[in-house]
């Protein structure tokens, strides 16, 4: 396994930082852990190498007998929310450990996943941006309509994928390559640039990001092309804004 890391969550909020320029960078601010070790997939048995993370304590009463036993394993809390994840320090983990804020350090890049807001049954409008018929020569109530789909003899049904209204929202989002800004272990608190699906209070995970970072090259944005400006002449501003 690659630098694999990971942590559950709870969404704070956004807010802004300033980086060492004096830029301002905006942030969302994650609760994250601590998560407590439940359970070790091991190979021989399940057929793969991966650690169950618990968190979000919770009552008793909110817990199935199957899911107390599970948990009285490897701790006496009882935790809401059990996530399946890969690490790569797999072997130095055991049964019972606490993981923190400091997993993740300022500098990596991160996958944030979380349950987005739900916005109710919205019509293909708000749900996909499709255009209002005309508003006026007789339209009639029916502006925000889908419409007609267009289906003929052939193929006489409508195809898979069509556009139409529906549950817009509430479904899970990953947000890839966010770059971890700052953490404090002592308050379990991150905070990633940029925004995070999901409400205040939503359950986030996060993961070493999945993208490979690939590193700009100096002076591989000026175009080659004598045709383009850029080309002509590499001091233009067309060029040194890239």
Do not use: W
């Not at 300033?18 to 407590?36: M, S």
């Amino acid at each position: 396994m690659a630098n694999e890391k990971a942590i559950i969550g709870t969404k704070v909020g956004m807010t802004q930082t300033f980086d060492e320029d004096g830029k301002v960078v905006p942030v969302t601010v994650i609760k994250a852990g601590p998560c407590t070790v439940v359970q070790k997939k091991t190979a021989e048995k399940d057929g793969y190498e991966a650690i169950q993370l618990g968190y979000q304590p919770t009552t008793e009463k909110h817990l199935t007998k199957a899911q107390k036993g599970h948990l009285a394993k490897a701790t006496d809390e009882n935790l809401k929310v059990l996530k399946e994840v890969q690490f790569s320090e797999y072997d130095k983990l055991e049964v019972g450990d606490i993981l923190k804020a400091d997993v993740f350090a300022a500098g990596e890049h991160v996958d944030a996943t979380a349950i987005s807001k739900g916005k109710g049954y919205a019509g293909v409008v708000k749900r996909y941006g499709a255009q209002r018929t005309p508003m006026t020569h007789g339209g009639g109530p029916v502006h925000r309509h889908a419409g007609s789909m267009g289906s003929t003899s052939t193929p006489s049904r409508i195809r898979k994928g069509k556009i139409g209204a529906g549950q817009m929202g509430a479904e899970q989002v990953t947000i890839q390559n966010l770059t971890v800004v700052q953490v404090d272990p002592d308050i379990d608190l991150i905070a990633v640039r940029g925004a995070v699906p999901g409400p205040k209070g939503g359950i986030v995970v996060l993961k070493s990001t999945a993208k490979v970072l690939v590193e700009k090259q100096a002076g591989a944005a000026i175009s080659l092309n004598p045709q383009k400006a850029s080309g002509r002449n590499p001091q233009k501003a067309s060029a040194r804004n890239h």
